[in-house]
């Protein structure tokens, strides 16, 4: 048994999940097949790919003001089976799942088996996040599909327990002198940033509307091979060209975006489910220059100096009583999460579908993925929609692909 202390991220998790009603901060999402599979056959093969993961024995408590995570024995809860009748009565279980199965301490994640009026049977998932995000799915979902092509299959995952120790001995190492600088100008950085959405400020959570678009297989080729030549990452091209869209669009010279992103780093750690993503606070500022190029580099720059920096405590520091006195209060209202693998994750027989909540604790969300279409890219918006219109949304996206383009074909020129 080993009992670490949660991660400051994984900290900040707990105590949102902690005050809210449910538990907002979860992974949910299915596997659906385009065949028959027998109950006991998924039941094995999810037994098999979980049992060897340590997340299954993990449970969270509190002593005091500390938070830690102890890991016992794997064990796996019994995993239902449920025939809905519809698929509107199947949604309606799984938005409950949050409130009613998954906890903070002893129930961390919950699994069952489905099928819609006796149709194939499914795969439903729901992981709270401080133990799982999003590339622990798809890591899950290609070694079930493994198991089910063949059950001697082994499955071994490096243990997420050995990246808390990590991150734990790496912060006793760094210079918290030149750590508690560089968040001090952090903070006071984004303090500066201006509200993209100024009726939203002071409203923690609404209820939220969706939109999903596909990039063809031509342009996504085209702005990836842009991005190779220039040696920069897609998500910060694409982070930069939208933020420059929303400045413009709302009158605004300074803003924020918090990009999520998966941080596995090391060679183990790329086999390894458990919640390893950080969500960096980049701010974009176009008061010095209007010029994408110039912005794109700057948040570059940032990304670079973050992972730096990024074993201090800033998650629970950005909104301390001591920093919101000094600086104000933190107010992020725009996200972007970039999960493109370009890799064809399915074995030909299922599909990987994510599912969100039905409300945001941010105004603005885009999840940009491509597990479903792996030549294509797909934008998925998630948005207070008493505050920003479908229109909008669409013109977003129809400008931003233009932009996108248009950045291509200037980098084919010079």
Same mark, same amino acid.
């Given at each position: 048994?080993?009992?670490?202390?949660?991660?400051?991220?994984?900290?900040?998790?707990?105590?949102?999940?902690?005050?809210?009603?449910?538990?907002?901060?979860?992974?949910?999402?299915?596997?659906?097949?385009?065949?028959?599979?027998?109950?006991?056959?998924?039941? @094995?093969?999810? +037994?098999?790919? #979980?049992?060897?993961?340590? &997340? /299954?024995?993990?449970?969270?408590?509190?002593?005091?003001?500390? %938070?830690?995570?102890?890991?016992?024995?794997?064990?796996?809860?019994?995993?239902?089976?449920?025939?809905?009748?519809?698929?509107?009565?199947?949604?309606?279980?799984?938005?409950?799942?949050?409130?009613?199965?998954?906890?903070?301490?002893?129930?961390?994640?919950?699994?069952?088996?489905?099928?819609?009026?006796?149709?194939?049977?499914?795969?439903?998932?729901?992981?709270?996040?401080?133990?799982?995000?999003?590339?622990?799915?798809?890591?899950?979902?290609?070694?079930?599909?493994?198991?089910?092509?063949?059950?001697?299959?082994?499955?071994?995952?490096?243990?997420?327990?050995? @990246?808390?120790? +990590?991150?734990? #001995?790496?912060?006793?190492? &760094? /210079?918290?002198?030149?750590?508690?600088?560089?968040?001090?100008? %952090?903070?006071?950085?984004?303090?500066?940033?201006?509200?993209?959405?100024?009726?939203?400020?002071?409203?923690?959570?609404?209820?939220?509307?969706?939109?999903?678009?596909?990039?063809?297989?031509?342009?996504?080729?085209?702005?990836?091979?842009?991005?190779?030549?220039?040696?920069?990452?897609?998500?910060?091209?694409?982070?930069?060209?939208?933020?420059?869209?929303?400045?413009?669009?709302?009158?605004?010279?300074?803003?924020?975006?918090?990009?999520?992103?998966?941080?596995?780093?090391?060679?183990?750690?790329?086999?390894?489910?458990?919640?390893?993503?950080?969500?960096?606070?980049?701010?974009?500022?176009?008061?010095?220059?209007?010029?994408?190029?110039?912005?794109?580099?700057?948040?570059?720059?940032?990304?670079?100096?973050?992972?730096?920096?990024?074993?201090?405590?800033?998650?629970?520091?950005?909104?301390?009583?001591?920093?919101?006195?000094?600086?104000?209060?933190?107010?992020?209202?725009?996200?972007?999460?970039?999960?493109?693998?370009?890799?064809?994750?399915?074995?030909?027989?299922?599909?990987?579908?994510?599912?969100?909540?039905?409300?945001?604790?941010?105004?603005?969300?885009?999840?940009?993925?491509?597990?479903?279409?792996?030549?294509?890219?797909?934008?998925?918006?998630?948005?207070?929609?008493?505050?920003?219109?479908?229109?909008?949304?669409?013109?977003?996206?129809?400008?931003?692909?233009?932009?996108?383009?248009?950045?291509?074909?200037?980098?084919?020129?010079?």
């Amino acid at each position: 048994m080993k009992k670490l202390h949660l991660t400051d991220e994984q900290s900040y998790i707990f105590d949102v999940n902690d005050r809210s009603k449910g538990t907002p901060y979860n992974i949910s999402f299915d596997i659906r097949f385009s065949r028959h599979f027998p109950v006991e056959q998924l039941r @094995h093969a999810v +037994k098999k790919c #979980l049992l060897p993961a340590d &997340i /299954s024995g993990a449970k969270c408590f509190t002593d005091g003001n500390e %938070k830690h995570m102890e890991f016992s024995a794997p064990t796996i809860p019994e995993i239902k089976t449920y025939n809905f009748p519809s698929t509107e009565q199947y949604q309606r279980y799984c938005d409950s799942i949050p409130e009613k199965e998954i906890k903070n301490r002893d129930k961390l994640f919950h699994a069952f088996i489905y099928s819609i009026n006796n149709s194939f049977n499914n795969l439903h998932f729901c992981f709270n996040h401080l133990v799982f995000d999003g590339i622990s799915g798809i890591i899950l979902y290609e070694a079930i599909q493994k198991v089910l092509l063949d059950e001697h299959t082994e499955i071994h995952w490096h243990p997420f327990a050995s @990246h808390l120790e +990590k991150v734990r #001995l790496n912060s006793t190492r &760094i /210079s918290h002198i030149d750590d508690e600088k560089f968040w001090e100008t %952090k903070f006071h950085e984004l303090s500066r940033c201006e509200p993209i959405f100024k009726d939203a400020i002071g409203i923690e959570e609404s209820d939220a509307t969706s939109l999903n678009f596909q990039l063809d297989r031509e342009s996504k080729s085209a702005l990836l091979s842009h991005c190779e030549q220039k040696k920069i990452s897609p998500y910060l091209v694409i982070s930069s060209a939208l933020a420059e869209l929303l400045a413009k669009k709302n009158g605004c010279q300074r803003i924020s975006i918090e990009i999520p992103i998966g941080n596995r780093v090391g060679k183990e750690e790329k086999n390894s489910i458990g919640a390893y993503e950080i969500a960096a606070p980049l701010t974009f500022d176009f008061s010095n220059s209007n010029k994408l190029n110039d912005v794109i580099e700057s948040a570059k720059i940032q990304s670079r100096e973050f992972y730096r920096h990024k074993d201090f405590p800033w998650s629970n520091g950005i909104i301390s009583p001591s920093n919101m006195e000094k600086n104000g209060p933190y107010t992020p209202q725009v996200e972007v999460s970039y999960f493109c693998f370009n890799k064809n994750h399915s074995l030909g027989f299922a599909s990987l579908h994510h599912h969100n909540s039905k409300s945001s604790n941010l105004p603005f969300s885009l999840y940009i993925s491509d597990y479903l279409d792996y030549e294509e890219m797909s934008f998925y918006y998630i948005f207070w929609g008493q505050y920003i219109s479908c229109a909008t949304i669409i013109e977003i996206q129809n400008e931003l692909e233009c932009s996108l383009m248009e950045l291509v074909k200037i980098g084919n020129v010079q």
